[in-house]
Nanobody, 118 residues
Framework: QVQLQESGGGLVQAGDSLRLSCAAS??????MGWFRRAPGKDREFVAA????????SYADSVKDRFTISRDTTKSTVYLQMNSLKPEDTAVYYC?????????????WGQGTQVTVSS
């Protein structure tokens, strides 16, 4: 089993940047994803990266603004968020899939709040 711990959330103004971290401990994962849930909305996919950091994917709403990366020496996954918008306000969660191929996210962190003021 893998354990996940997010950090890095906070309150920023529109146009600012934040970097979220997700520290993974325990067994290796196949894919790590970031998701978010805004107030009154369903959880949505943000970005994902594979274990070898050779493949990434993004939601259209964050493409060209957010970058997912992995520090292989620390088993930590980052989400660099630039040009933040008020609509990016949400609780952000990292999630791990142990399954090769199409990910099934069955391990989740506790979430970190990101608030973007206009």
């Amino acid at each position: 089993q893998v354990q996940l711990q997010e950090s890095g959330g906070g309150l920023v103004q529109a146009g600012d940047s934040l970097r979220l971290s997700c520290a993974a401990s325990g067994r290796a994962f196949s894919t790590m994803g970031w998701f978010r849930r805004a107030p009154g909305k369903d959880r949505e996919f943000v970005a994902a990266i594979n274990w070898f950091a050779t493949s990434t994917s993004y939601a259209d709403s964050v493409k060209d603004r957010f970058t997912i990366s992995r520090d292989t020496t620390k088993s930590t996954v980052y989400l660099q968020m630039n040009s933040l918008k008020p609509e990016d306000t949400a609780v952000y969660y990292c999630a791990a899939s142990m399954r090769a191929g199409t990910p099934i996210y069955n391990t989740w962190g506790q979430g970190t709040q990101v608030t973007v003021s206009s």
